[in-house]
């Protein structure tokens, strides 16, 4: 089945410090996927589609500048959150959609950030 | 308004019980709806998908109101394994549209099974 692999799983960094959060598909090829973020007992709201080849588009109210969005290739796109400060420790997941017809979002499995 | 509300719960219920969950959305122009689950610390999981005409899955049964906007997830026979967060999304697009659809996520019901 599809698989999405998000790595890293956790993430504990001072104030100050730029991360980088890897979204692969593991078998299969997606030109689109999704970068969501989920505070405690909140919904996950969506915060930019990341396109293959060009820009994300991001959500009202994400900064893009904060967020950057970077989406290289058919299976990998990354968020790096620059400059982090302790509101923006949040739940990150990611989701893939295969370049087929009619396919669901497959979601990768989070990285829990955490800045001190 | 949020666009997708839920009752957070928790709703604490025996085995073998038969729980209901409800959803209400904003957006009258909303066209897929589903229901998922998503397990502490995890990703979301699509548990099923809402028709108009209800379905069913099993133990679990979806119900579709579009005149009211309302949204219903029936749990029969709960197990311990049910205990989750049950989260509704609703997206503008039709279900052909597949994963393209910008899915809108409620906060989620927390479901809690006991022996």
């Known amino acids: 089945g599809a698989v999405v692999s998000q790595h890293p799983s956790r993430v504990i960094c001072k104030s100050g410090t730029s991360v980088k959060i890897e979204c692969r598909s593991l078998?299969?090829?997606?030109?689109?996927m999704f970068w969501y973020r989920q505070f405690p007992k909140q919904s996950l709201m969506l915060m930019a589609t990341?396109?293959?080849?060009?820009?994300?588009?991001?959500e009202q109210g994400v900064e893009k500048d904060k967020f950057l969005i970077n989406h290289a290739s058919l299976t990998l796109s990354t968020l790096t959150v620059t400059s982090a400060h302790p509101e923006d420790s949040s739940f990150y997941i990611c989701?893939?959609?295969?370049?087929?017809?009619?396919?669901?979002?497959?979601f990768g499995d989070g990285t829990r950030l955490s800045i001190l | 308004r949020k666009e997708v509300e839920q009752d957070p719960g928790p709703f604490n219920v025996p085995e073998g019980a038969t729980v209901a969950f409800n959803c209400t959305y904003s957006?009258?122009?909303?066209?897929?709806f589903f229901w998922y689950r998503q397990d502490c610390r995890k990703e979301p999981k699509l548990l099923m998908s809402?028709?108009?005409s209800g379905n069913e899955d099993g133990r679990f049964t979806a119900q579709l109101n579009r005149a009211s906007q309302y949204i219903s997830l029936l749990i029969r026979d709960s197990k311990l394994s049910d205990s989750a967060t049950y989260l509704c999304?609703?997206?503008?697009?039709?279900?052909?549209?597949?994963?393209?659809?910008?899915?809108?996520f409620g906060a989620g019901t927390r479901l809690a099974v006991h022996p």
């Open positions: 989701s893939a959609v295969e370049d087929r017809s009619n396919q669901p979002q497959h």
């Open positions: 078998d299969f090829q997606a030109t689109t």
């Open positions: 990341s396109n293959e080849g060009s820009k994300a588009t991001y």
């Open positions: 957006n009258s122009a909303s066209q897929s």
């Open positions: 809402v028709y108009s």
């Open positions: 999304v609703v997206t503008t697009q039709p279900y052909f549209a597949g994963g393209y659809n910008k899915l809108i």
